[in-house]
């Protein structure tokens, strides 16, 4: 059966959603971005560096990571550390369109391989108010770029060109081809 070495619950629910059966075995790896590092490049890094991490016990068993950031201008909007870090980050993304990378990684024995999404989201303009409410709702806090597009940052996504499960944090047909092997 497939190692998922993640602890993200929205990842468990996507593979759920396609019927891939799995075992949940979170992993704890270095998230901080090399100096210079590009946001594509980070995101596929750290899935990788997952996918390994879990397949030091995973007794050949393959493994999957994944790993989700939020771009904008060419900075990596990680999860946010505190309340202040948040409507930064909201800030920032308000009224503009930005850049989801979705990296996948699957370890198979000696083999890894691994795909990226990339999707652009664009945001209504937000109110000091409406950001303040969003992080007293408590949903920004363990997701990249402060918000949830499958909750109530639904109202604030104008429009969005790629990968909706990428968004959500596993891009569901880049895991579904590298599953298949293609
Ligand atoms: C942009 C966005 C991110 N997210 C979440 C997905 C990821 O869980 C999280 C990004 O952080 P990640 O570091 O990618 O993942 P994680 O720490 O939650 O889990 P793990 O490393 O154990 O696999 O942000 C949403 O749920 N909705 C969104 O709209």
Avoid: N
Avoid at 48 to 53: E, H, T, V
Avoid at 65 to 79: F, P, Q
Avoid at 103 to 112: D, N
Avoid at 165 to 181: H, M, R
Wanted: with cysteine; net charge negative; hydrophobic share 40%.
């Amino acid at each position: 059966m497939l190692i998922l070495a993640s602890a993200s619950p929205r990842r468990r629910e996507l593979l759920d959603q396609i019927g891939v059966c799995h075992e949940v075995r979170p992993v704890d790896v270095d998230e901080t971005p090399h100096p210079g590092e590009a946001p594509d490049e980070f995101a596929r890094r750290m899935a990788r560096s997952k996918a390994l991490a879990g397949a030091h016990h995973a007794a050949g068993r393959p493994v999957l990571g994944a790993d989700t950031v939020v771009s904008i201008d060419g900075d990596i909007l990680g999860k946010p550390m505190d309340r202040e870090h948040a409507l930064d980050m909201l800030g920032r993304l308000s009224g503009r369109d930005h850049t989801v990378y979705s990296a996948v990684a699957l370890v198979q024995g000696e083999r890894i391989r691994d795909a990226l999404s990339a999707t652009r989201v664009r945001f209504k303009c937000l109110s000091l108010r409406e950001r303040e409410d969003y992080w007293a709702s408590g949903e920004p806090v363990d997701k990249a770029g402060a918000y949830g597009i499958q909750g109530l940052a639904a109202l604030f996504v104008e429009h969005i060109e790629g990968s909706y499960s990428g968004v959500v944090g596993l891009p569901l047909f880049e895991t579904g081809a590298l599953l298949a092997g293609d």
